[in-house]
C-alpha cells in the first residue's frame, strides 16, 4: 500500500510569505520611526528659536538601505552634533586658556557672516583700541571710546569736539557661562523607540489584509 500526503495549502510557501511580510512591516515601520523622530526633533530646534537652519541638520536614514529586513533599523543623527548637544546638555563652558570669556553686547556688533566677534576682530574692524575695566561685583569689561551709530555700535568718532562721545561697554567678561539647557532629545527618542511594536504590529496586520 503506497500512502501519499498532500498538505493543503503549502506551509513552506505560507511560512516564506509570512516572513516577507514580516521584513516589510518592520523596514516600513523603522521608516517611519526614523521619519517621525526626525521631524520631533526638528519642531524642538525651531521651538527653542535656534534657526531653520540647524534644525535641518537633523538627518535619517534606514537600514539596509535598499531591500527589507526583520533585522531593519533606523539612525537619526545632527550634522551639527556640538550645538545640537550643548543646547540639549546645557554644559558649563569656560574659556580655554584659563582667563575670560568675551560676551560680546549689542554695542559690538557682529562678525563675518553674522558670528559671533570676538575682541581681536572687533578691534581690527572698527579702528578702537579696547580697555579692560575691572568689577568687583559684576562681570568685568572691554570698554572702548567713540560714538554709538544708528544701529547702537560703537565705532570711530570724526567729531573734534568730542562732541558725542562716549564710553561703551563692549563686551563683557566672566569665568564661565552655563548655557541653558534648550533641547530634550531624550524625550521625544524614548517615544519613537516606544512606538515600534506597535508600527510593526499595525504594518503586519495591514500586510495579511
Known amino acids: 500500500m503506497k500512502l501519499k500526503l498532500n498538505i493543503t495549502p503549502d506551509i513552506v510557501a505560507m511560512m516564506a510569505a ?5 521584513e516589510r512591516a518592520v523596514s516600513a515601520a523603522m521608516r517611519e ?15 527653542a528659536g535656534l534657526g531653520r537652519r540647524l534644525a535641518n541638520s537633523i538627518r535619517s536614514q534606514t537600514y539596509p538601505k ?10 537619526v543623527w545632527s550634522n551639527a ?4 548637544g550643548a543646547h540639549d546638555t546645557g554644559p558649563l563652558i569656560r574659556s580655554k586658556n584659563g582667563f575670560w570669556l568675551a560676551i560680546p553686547t549689542e554695542a559690538a556688533g557682529r562678525g563675518l557672516r553674522g558670528r559671533r566677534i570676538t575682541p581681536a576682530e572687533w578691534e581690527r574692524r572698527r579702528g ?3 580697555q579692560f575695566v575691572y568689577r568687583r561685583t559684576g562681570p568685568s569689561l572691554l570698554v572702548a571710546e567713540g560714538r554709538l551709530n544708528t544701529k547702537g555700535q560703537a565705532v ?17 567678561l566672566v569665568p564661565q557661562v552655563k548655557l541653558p539647557k534648550r533641547l530634550d532629545l531624550a ?3 524614548g ?17 495579511r489584509l
Request: proline fraction near 4%; aromatic fraction near 4%.
Open 187 to 189: 524625550r521625544d527618542a
Open 66 to 75: 535598499a531591500g527589507d529586513s526583520l533585522n531593519a533599523a533606523a539612525l
Open 128 to 130: 578702537l583700541r579696547l
Open 18 to 22: 509570512e516572513v516577507a511580510a514580516g
Open 191 to 207: 517615544r519613537a523607540v516606544d512606538s515600534v511594536p506597535g508600527l510593526i504590529v499595525a504594518k503586519w496586520v495591514k500586510e
Open 33 to 47: 520611526a526614523g521619519t517621525e523622530l526626525k521631524t520631533a526633533w526638528r519642531a524642538q530646534i525651531t521651538g
Open 81 to 84: 552634533p556640538e550645538i545640537i
Open 156 to 172: 570711530v568718532s570724526r567729531s573734534k569736539t568730542g562732541r558725542g562721545v562716549v564710553t561703551a561697554p563692549i563686551f563683557l
